[in-house]
């Protein structure tokens, strides 16, 4: 027997028509370099849209081809993800945090014939543009000054296009529409590849209740860079539903994301846990210092992930009344992949548990598949205790890296993706990463969970941050050494944050055996702890 229904394609094409037509009134809002406000209706985003990928095509773009992006979050970004594969091109987001030795070796892996750039960032492009040569360079004219003339102005190519005309080009749900390199925070930049179908599959996975939860009355604020693994999807999702978009430009300082908070508050913000530490620092000091400058959005829910998100954090912005949703993910995820959500449970829990539970990774989301593999290589129980790498599988899921050969240390013989995470399942699913393998501190024979650590010492009062790695110890093997940010005017001596520890349930041969205050953490290019520095500034 056959079933009867259509053989559709899945297709992003479908959502921005969706938008732009259902939707048409609804408004993208971008803040300019200027900190001005430019808006646009879906119904304009869409003729751009298309008009874009009228543009490409006349310019030579062939189907398969890499568009690169190197753009902050804004409108023209918004019309790249869908306009360059309207064309049948591959959009290929550029990290404009990495160094220019760092982007020109991404673009020339994934073989990018066109750039589209933000004006404001033609001097970062000017420094790599000797690595890879783009056939074309098309400038969005972000702050208005004019385009130098020997490259092409994005504007002027939308407004000589003819978006009634176009027509999209034809795909099977299987084509790439996007390309997105890991961060390579633990090794050299790989190039991971979405599709139609995994785009879409991801985008209806993200939407559930339970998950980003998106009604047709949210405003979304992602503060995730839109060249960072798609915007963790959220762009297609709220597309899909035409919901409103207000996108801060470079403006991402928590002064700046705060003001734009009262100009357009969101009832949805995302963004890594480095953005909400600086957020709510401003915030609870604008409190006593500058009383009545700003109101978080009353019953604002803010998706975070990326790195771990400390339960400290998710307290403090839950009394301001905004509750943080973790989530956790990769690249290679698309990335959704966990989410930490009261389930049906937890109803009755207590605030403390419903804290505990809101600072781990979550449960895994339905079409992925997810094991913890022990290092005896057989499933690790559901005890919340014993530890294990996770593994995944599911069509929005990599099995391979672009243009290189699927080898053992990042994929399984049977088909599962080694994602490189240390992680627990407690027996409600509840997935708790404790380390990325290559961060683990195994003392004595025994881990540390340096993740714990570091959400317990931020717990305290004096601890703005603390990221804690791994000292070679000629006795233990391995000691943690926690290096810690003072909060402004306040310190603790060793011992009474060792007392701190010792108070929250670790053992004795858990507790750091060194404190080093630091200025600031550094961090990787996405805002997470670059634990391979600090492992470079203090060796032992
Ligand atoms: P890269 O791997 O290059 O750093 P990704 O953005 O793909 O770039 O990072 C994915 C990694 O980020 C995960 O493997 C995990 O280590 C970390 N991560 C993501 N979300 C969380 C989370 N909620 N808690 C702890 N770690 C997280």
């Not at 209806?204 to 949210?218: A, E, I, M, Y």
């Not at 915007?231 to 470079?250: D, R, T």
């Not at 908070?261 to 500058?290: C, D, F, K, N």
């Not at 057989?378 to 890296?401: C, H, K, M, N």
Request: some cysteine; charged content about 20%.
């Amino acid at each position: 027997m056959k079933s009867t229904m259509m053989d559709q394609p899945l297709s992003i094409n479908h959502l921005l028509e969706r938008a732009g037509t259902i939707f048409a009134s609804n408004e993208v809002v971008s803040r300019l370099p200027d900190k001005s406000l430019r808006r646009h209706s879906y119904g304009e985003i869409r003729r751009r849209t298309r008009a874009l990928g009228d543009a490409l095509r006349t310019l030579g773009l062939r189907k398969g081809d890499r568009v690169a992006t190197l753009c902050w979050n804004h409108h023209a970004h918004l019309e790249c993800y869908f306009g360059i594969p309207a064309a049948g091109g591959v959009m290929h987001t550029l990290n404009l945090r990495l160094s220019p030795a760092e982007i020109g070796p991404i673009a020339a892996d994934a073989e990018d014939r066109f750039l589209i750039v933000d004006d404001i960032l033609l001097p970062l492009y000017r420094q790599f543009a000797d690595l890879h040569r783009f056939e074309c360079v098309i400038v969005f004219p972000f702050s208005g000054a004019p385009v130098p003339a020997d490259l092409e102005d994005y504007e002027q190519l939308l407004a000589a296009a003819d978006p009634d005309g176009f027509e999209y080009e034809p795909h099977g749900e299987n084509d790439p529409v996007s390309m997105c390199h890991t961060s390579g925070t633990t090794g050299q930049a790989k190039g991971v590849v979405y599709s139609h179908r995994s785009t879409v599959l991801h985008t209806l996975v993200g939407c559930l209740g339970d998950h980003w939860g998106f009604k047709s009355t949210d405003v979304v604020l992602p503060v995730t860079p839109m060249f960072h693994a798609n915007c963790w999807g959220v762009p297609y999702a709220a597309v899909m539903l035409g919901l409103k978009l207000v996108f801060p430009g470079p403006h991402l300082h928590p002064e700046d994301l705060l003001d734009l908070m009262q100009l357009e508050p969101p009832s949805v913000a995302l963004g890594v846990p480095t953005i909400w530490m600086g957020v709510i620092q401003a915030y609870e000091r604008a409190l006593t210092e500058q009383p009545g400058r700003w109101r978080l959005p009353a019953g604002m829910r803010s998706l975070v992930g990326g790195s771990a998100v400390p339960e400290s954090l998710i307290r403090a912005f839950d009394r301001h009344g905004v509750w943080l949703l973790q989530a956790w993910g990769m690249t290679e995820t698309s990335p959704l992949a966990t989410v930490s959500y009261p389930r049906a449970e937890l109803q009755g829990a207590d605030a403390d548990e419903r804290y505990r539970r809101a600072a781990m990774a979550g449960v895994t989301v339905p079409l992925v598949d997810l094991r913890l593999r022990t290092d005896e290589g057989g499933d690790a129980p559901r005890d919340g205790q014993t530890l294990g790498e996770i593994q995944v599988r599911g069509p929005f899921i990599t099995g391979s890296y672009h243009g290189l050969p699927v080898t053992e240390d990042k994929f399984t013989d049977d088909g599962w993706l080694r994602t490189g995470d240390v992680a627990t399942m407690d027996e409600l699913g509840f997935v708790r990463i404790t380390d990325r393998t290559k961060d683990l501190i195994k003392s004595g024979g025994e881990w540390i969970s340096s993740v714990d650590l570091e959400n317990a010492l931020m717990a305290h009062p004096a601890v703005a941050e603390a990221a804690v790695i791994a000292i070679p110890d000629a006795k233990w093997s391995e000691r943690p050494l926690a290096c810690v940010v003072w909060r402004a005017g306040v310190q603790a001596t060793p011992a009474e944050l060792s007392t701190h520890l010792l108070a929250r349930g670790f053992a004795k041969w858990q507790l750091p055996e060194r404190y080093e205050p630091i200025d600031a953490i550094p961090r990787t290019s996405t805002g997470k702890f670059w634990k391979l520095r600090l492992r470079e500034l203090f060796p032992a």
